[in-house]
């Protein structure tokens, strides 16, 4: 073989290697430049609409009332929600579920979470017949129950334990997410009587950012419960001029005391909070 072919075969194989080494470093880059969470508190009225994005995976909490729907919709499509991996309806009331029936319409589901309790709600009834008809059934969850979705990011469901309760606000998921230095503690409308559980029980409540429960309701957002997690930031998700006073002003004055930044939809239209690693910035969308 001629030095000169000699040559420009050993240039290949080391421009071969070289391709190899880059294609194989590209997903590892890529999970490094993707490992930012996004949490959107969705101003969808009075209701709650949340949507969860972080390295190529989305997960909806509940969707807002049905009057919602169309701008539920549009928000997912233009933050390019094109697959929901979860969607966790935390109870069966209708400005909690009232727009999924129609998100099951535009956006392919893989996994529907929900609490082990029905309704005889039109609402309710809807949404059974479009979870059938996408082949879905609903993943009844009760706690504790631990998620992981990747090696940054995990769910534990921490409410409802499997018993019975009076009051459906009570059914409501609880989880806390927790990612790298951040937690979020998200609530659906559970009331003090959940919250007495919790603050009496082992588990680790802190957190920093706390979903309001309720829409910020005085059932909701006891002193001790606030004070056990002890949030830096709370976000309230309630409709604007609504006609149950939401939030309640002992609410308020309770946050304002612990010195929590709070936001609320109502007012400050859907709280983006976006974190990495080490810093978290909240955005304000209007």
Known sequence: MSKCLFKRYKYLLVLALFCVTFI?????????????LKIHYINVGQG??????????????DGGP???????IDYLTKNNVKKLDYIIAT????????????VLNYIK?????????TSNTPT???LTKKLKYNNLKITPISAPKTVNLDENLTLNFISPKEISYDNINNYSIVLKLNYHNFSFLFTGDAEKEIENFLTSSNIDLNSTVLKIGHHGS?????????????????????????????????????????NVKTYRTDKDGTVLVKCNKTNLKVLLEK
């Open 24 to 36: 194989l470093l590209i997903p590892k880059y890529n999970n490094t430049i993707n490992d930012e």
């Open 48 to 61: 709650d609409g949340i949507l969860i994005q972080h390295n190529g995976s989305n997960i909806l909490i």
């Open 66 to 72: 049905i009057d919602s729907s169309n701008m539920l």
């Open 91 to 102: 109870h069966p009331h209708d400005d909690h579920i009232g727009s999924l029936p129609y």
């Open 109 to 117: 589901v893989d996994n529907f979470l929900a609490p082990k309790i």
């Open 124 to 126: 309710f009834v809807n």
């Open 218 to 258: 005085k059932t909701s957002s006891t002193e001790n419960f606030i004070s056990k997690v002890n949030p830096k930031i709370a976000i309230i998700s309630c409709g604007m001029g609504n006609d149950y006073g939401h939030p309640h002003k002992d609410v308020l004055k309770r946050l304002n005391n612990h």
